[in-house]
C-alpha cells in the first residue's frame, strides 16, 4: 500500500522568503507524485506533478518540485512567496499501475505573513 | 474552474437523516472519485466509479453508497448521519480508469453538517 507523510502541519514564512514544504512517500511500486493547492473555501487545484522523466518538475505559481527516489520525497518549493500564496497544500501519490486513486498527505499549511 | 460540479455547495440535516451529494464531472471524464475532507481525518478517499462500475473503494461506510449513471454523474448518498460525518466532501474526476492516473481535477465541494 501506499502512504504519504507531510511532516509540517504548518509553515509560517515571511513574504519574499523562500519555502519548502516536505513530502515523503511509501510504496513498493512505480508511484506518480502531485502536489494540489486548496485556498480558503475552495477546491483542489493541481499545481504539478511528476509522472516520470527530469526529477525536478515546475509548476503553477512559480513552484516547482524535486522527485528522489532514493529518500523517497517530493518537497515542494517557491524561492519568493507572496500573501496570495498562503493556503493548504497536499501532496498525493498514486500508483502508476493497478488501482488509480490518489493517496493524500494529511496537508501543509503555508501562512505567509507581511 | 476545473469543469467539475458539485451540488449542492453546502447542506444542513439532522442526525439520522440521509442526503445526496451530486457531482457532475468533467466533460469527457469517465472516473469519479469522492472524498472526505474531515479536520480529524484528512482527505480521505471513499470510492472511484469508471463508466458506470464501481472501480476502487476506499474508507467508506456502510451506510455511505454512491453510484454513476449513464450520463456518468455521480450521486453520494449519506445516510443514518451522524455528527462525525460533517464534512467537505468532494467529488473528482479524471480521464483514467484503467489506465495510470495522471490528473484528477476537483470540484468545489459540498460541506455537509449534520446537527
Known amino acids: 500500500a501506499q502512504s504519504v507523510t507531510q511532516l509540517d502541519s504548518q509553515v509560517p514564512v515571511f513574504e519574499e522568503a523562500p519555502v519548502e514544504l516536505r513530502c515523503n512517500y511509501s510504496?513498493?511500486?512505480?508511484?506518480?507524485l502531485f502536489w494540489y493547492v486548496q485556498y480558503p473555501n475552495q477546491g483542489l487545484q493541481l499545481l504539478l506533478k511528476?509522472?516520470?522523466?527530469?526529477?525536478l518538475v515546475k509548476g503553477i505559481n512559480g513552484f516547482e518540485a524535486e522527485f528522489n527516489k532514493s529518500q523517497t520525497s517530493f518537497h515542494l518549493r517557491k524561492p519568493s512567496v507572496h500573501i496570495s500564496d498562503t493556503a493548504e497544500y497536499f501532496c498525493?501519490?498514486?500508483?502508476?499501475?493497478?488501482?488509480?486513486?490518489?493517496?493524500f498527505g494529511t496537508g501543509t499549511r503555508l501562512k505567509v505573513l507581511a | 474552474d476545473s469543469g467539475v460540479t458539485q451540488t449542492p455547495k453546502h447542506l444542513i440535516t439532522a442526525t439520522g437523516q440521509r442526503v445526496t451529494l451530486r457531482c457532475s464531472p468533467r466533460?469527457?471524464?469517465?472516473?469519479v472519485y469522492w472524498y472526505q475532507q474531515s479536520l480529524d481525518q484528512g482527505l480521505q478517499f471513499l470510492i472511484q466509479?469508471?463508466?458506470?462500475?464501481?472501480?476502487a473503494k476506499g474508507n467508506i461506510l456502510e451506510r455511505f453508497s454512491a453510484q454513476q449513471f449513464p450520463d456518468l454523474h455521480s450521486e453520494l448518498n449519506l445516510s443514518s448521519l451522524e455528527l462525525g460525518d460533517s464534512a467537505l466532501y468532494f467529488c473528482?474526476?479524471?480521464?483514467?480508469?484503467?489506465?495510470?492516473?495522471?490528473?484528477?481535477?476537483f470540484g468545489q465541494g459540498t460541506r455537509l453538517t449534520v446537527v
Open positions: 511528476y509522472l516520470s522523466g527530469s526529477t
Open positions: 466509479y469508471y463508466n458506470g462500475e464501481e472501480r
Open positions: 466533460s469527457g471524464d469517465l472516473s
Open positions: 498525493a501519490v498514486s500508483k502508476a499501475s493497478g488501482t488509480y486513486k490518489y493517496i
Open positions: 473528482a474526476s479524471s480521464a483514467a480508469g484503467t489506465g495510470p492516473n495522471t490528473e484528477a481535477f
Open positions: 510504496s513498493s511500486v512505480s508511484v506518480y
